[in-house]
């Protein structure tokens, strides 16, 4: 692969607030891929658009977007549209799957079981482990990096997301471990991480995530961002 061709920023974001991030029991009576987002999400996705504008100086942006109902309207009401030459509707980027429709008492019980079993290993009873979405998202990678190679290949790619898929996006390019990992907490609803490539074509975020614990990354890993 020519290394020039490698875009200059691959930004991330997580979907704007949505239903359930107020109300988990609406899992109970609409499946995950219909939740939709709040009138404050429509707000966070439209301010996040303003500066995704700025990062990518008003040029072309290739998307890839999860078929989940609130990332597509977190694409929607960035606002970016005239920039989007190409938008693909991407499924190995949907949200964990938990379960089909959920009861809420039962997967309460099951997020302590996987507070103690480890986050990228449990599998829920009816869904997946982390480390099943990370398989699928190393599968992406493969497909992003073809896109890459083909002619006029934007300068910029786009990945409207979720929280847990971004972080094990970054776990999988960055090849952190899976320690390192469950030490993360998710992005905010709307917040970004964005690689950006640096003079040697490699990439760096241009900030870290937050840390729910006092593990220290090691050196290779704080060598991840900025």
């Known amino acids: 692969m020519n290394l020039s061709q490698r875009p200059m920023r691959i930004a991330l974001i997580r979907h704007g607030e949505s239903e359930a991030n107020l109300d988990k029991s609406i899992y109970e009576r609409v499946p995950d891929h219909a939740v939709l987002l709040t009138p404050h999400g429509h707000e966070q996705a439209a301010e996040a ?55 809420t008492d039962d997967i309460e019980k099951q997020e302590k079981l996987r507070d103690s079993y480890g986050h990228f290993f449990y599998r829920f009873t009816h869904g997946e482990s982390g480390s099943d979405v990370y398989d699928r998202v190393s599968s992406f990678l493969e497909t992003m990096h073809r896109d890459f190679e083909t002619p006029d290949s934007p300068r910029n790619v786009l990945l409207v997301s979720h929280g847990l898929t971004m972080r094990l996006f970054c776990m999988r390019w960055f090849h952190w471990s899976v320690k390192f990992f469950e030490t993360l907490r998710n992005p905010d609803n709307a917040e970004t991480r964005v690689l950006l490539r640096q003079p040697n074509f ?15 990354p090691t050196e290779r890993e704080r060598s991840a961002w900025l």
Do not use: C, M
Not at 67 to 88: F, M, N, S, V
């Open 49 to 103: 658009g303003k500066r995704l504008r700025t990062l990518f100086e008003d040029e072309p942006v290739r998307v890839y977007v999860s078929p989940y109902l609130r990332a597509l309207q977190t694409l929607d009401a960035l606002g970016i549209d005239d920039l989007i030459g190409i938008a693909r509707e991407e499924p190995r980027l949907r949200e964990q799957d938990w379960a089909n429709f959920q009861d």
């Open 202 to 216: 490699r990439y760096k975020l241009d900030r870290p995530f937050e840390q729910w614990t006092d593990y220290k």
